[in-house]
């Protein structure tokens, strides 16, 4: 079955930081994707990657930027954290066409 | 641009009720159409799939979906649904780029014992 890792259920930090979010998968996927989830709005794509090194522009990437260095992993980062980044950060990764399989997700917060 | 529209954003059934859940999309070309639900403090799983051929398909624990190509809908529904489907039900379509999924809003589901 396949697993899809991230490192934080909760985390909580202050606004200008820099943040972090790790999320790892174990099925060799060439895909992975990072969305936020706001309620009343659905899942927003903010950036994905078909491929090490690789990365693409979601709907919502202003504010974020992304690392995928290894293909098993693919890093969320926040420059300089604000409010309106407090969120549940959701994790996907898929083959090809192929459904995607979701982390547990970071409820993050932004004080 | 594609864009996918959940018609109800909340629906209180009780139990045993029929369940249908609107979906309809955006997309001139060849689409792979989802459902994903999202138990209560639990990660999004997949529910069903349509990707070609019978344009009904079935689900996971009773879920089945319609795809009207004409309408551009993917319907769920459920003849009788179950306190346990409380949940938040996404539809997601995927067309052109690679393995990029286009969400809806989502539905609320509540049902009541």
């Known amino acids: 079955d396949v697993k899809v890792t991230q490192s934080s259920r909760y985390l909580v930090k202050r606004t200008g930081e820099k943040v972090f979010l790790e999320c790892v998968q174990d099925m060799d996927h060439e895909n992975m994707f990072w969305y936020r989830q706001d309620p009343g709005l659905g899942l927003r794509l903010i950036y994905f990657?078909?491929?090490?090194?690789?990365?693409e522009k979601g709907d919502i990437p202003e504010g974020y930027s992304v690392s995928r260095e290894k293909k098993e992993r693919f890093s969320l980062i926040l420059e300089s954290a604000s409010t309106n980044q407090t969120s549940m950060y959701l994790c996907?990764?898929?083959?090809?066409?192929?459904?995607?399989?979701f982390g547990d997700g970071t409820r993050l917060s932004i004080l | 641009a594609q864009s996918v529209s959940q018609h109800n954003h909340h629906v209180i059934l009780s139990e045993a009720a029929s369940l249908e859940l609107g979906c309809n999309y955006s997309?001139?070309?060849?689409?792979?159409l989802f459902w994903y639900v999202q138990y209560p403090g639990q990660h999004l799983q997949l529910l069903l799939k349509y990707f070609s051929g019978d344009p009904l398909v079935k689900g996971i624990k009773g879920f089945e979906a319609e795809f009207i190509k004409s309408k551009f809908s993917f319907n769920l529904r459920k003849p009788s649904v179950q306190w346990s489907d409380t949940a938040e039900y996404f539809c997601a379509v995927n067309g052109g780029s690679q393995g990029n999924l286009i969400f809806g809003k989502g539905t609320k589901l509540s049902v009541k014992p």
């Open positions: 997309y001139g070309g060849t689409v792979n």
């Open positions: 990657s078909y491929d090490v090194k690789m990365k």
């Open positions: 996907a990764s898929s083959f090809q066409y192929q459904p995607q399989h």
